[in-house]
T-cell receptor
Framework: SQQGEEDPQALSIQEGENATMNCSYK?????LQWYRQNSGRGLVHLIL?????REKHSGRLRVTLDTSKKSSSLLITASRAADTASYFC???????????????FGQGTILTVHP | DVKVTQSSRYLVKRTGEKVFLECVQD?????MFWYRQDPGLGLRLIYF???????EKGDIPEGYSVSREKKERFSLILESASTNQTSMYLC??????????????????FGPGTRLTVL
């Protein structure tokens, strides 16, 4: 079963606009991560937020985490055509014990930024 | 920078063939993972390994096996390829995690992927 589920499935915006993607998960977590995937390529880690953090920034990226609602959002500000990609959230699979680094990925949001 | 390489970007095989997909990482990571990615299904974990010669089943291990004889190399084996194994295969690695320790991050580093077509 999917631990993380992204919303929306697809998002189409113009360059310069902000893009917001949401992720919901089911069980308690240690941290939540966001990854990016360009078409036909591997995933690249963007940002990690720990369960005791509420907000984190990295360049044009802003991630929020609400553990009470089991949800996270990724905001990309002032988007560029080069931001066109799929974005995935990932949560550690086991809340307790040793997880061996296993992550569970959502199905992703496909972001298209039009020049 | 962490580098994870996969043996092929594109592979075409016939039904019934034995297929080897290889993954090599150069950062001395303990954990390695094999996923397959299909449209509408996201990434699904096939197998993972947390040490040499150790392997654990993921969510969809049927039809696959793995081998980890050296720390840097993790191989995925399709014993008898079938058309429903046509997919994008992604390998990833991460460093050791201590579970709920605050220092662990579980960030995974991915290879470029192998697009396998089974005819």
């Amino acid at each position: 079963s999917q631990q993380g589920e992204e919303d929306p499935q697809a998002l189409s915006i113009q360059e310069g606009e902000n893009a917001t993607m949401n992720c919901s998960y089911k069980t308690s977590i240690n941290n939540l991560q966001w990854y990016r995937q360009n078409s036909g390529r591997g995933l690249v880690h963007l940002i990690l937020i720990r369960s005791n953090e509420r907000e984190k920034h990295s360049g044009r990226l802003r991630v929020t985490l609400d553990t009470s609602k089991k949800s996270s959002s990724l905001l990309i500000t002032a988007s560029r055509a080069a931001d066109t990609a799929s974005y995935f959230c990932a949560t550690d699979a086991d809340a307790g014990g040793t997880s061996y680094g296993k992550l569970t990925f959502g199905q992703g949001t496909i972001l298209t930024v039009h020049p | 920078d962490v580098k994870v390489t996969q043996s092929s970007r594109y592979l075409v095989k016939r039904t019934g063939e034995k297929v080897f997909l290889e993954c090599v990482q150069d950062m001395d990571h303990e954990n390695m993972f094999w996923y397959r990615q299909d449209p509408g299904l996201g990434l699904r974990l096939i197998y993972f390994s947390y040490d040499v010669k150790m392997k654990e089943k993921g969510d969809i291990p049927e039809g696959y096996s793995v081998s980890r004889e050296k720390k840097e190399r993790f191989s995925l084996i399709l014993e008898s390829a079938s058309t429903n194994q046509t997919s994008m295969y992604l390998c990833a690695s991460s460093t050791w995690t201590s579970g709920r320790a605050w220092g662990s991050t579980d960030t995974q580093y991915f290879g470029p992927g192998t697009r396998l077509t089974v005819l």
